[in-house]
């Protein structure tokens, strides 16, 4: 399952949670685990990908 991060607006924590694509896609709201606020923004994160052929 991709990791998704996320800051939240009322606490100013940040964490990550791990979710399915079609449960992220589904527009289901996040909710901060400290707090339990929805006022969360997601943090623009990079990811990798690694094959076997040769660029």
Known sequence: MPA???DCKDCN???TIYVSI???DS???I???HCG???VIKKISGF???TTRKS
């Open 22 to 24: 079609q449960e992220h």
């Open 13 to 15: 924590i940040s964490f």
């Open 4 to 6: 998704y991060d996320y």
């Open 48 to 50: 990798f990908a690694k």
């Open 37 to 39: 606020s929805d006022n």
């Open 31 to 33: 909710k901060c685990p």
């Open 27 to 29: 527009g289901a709201k």
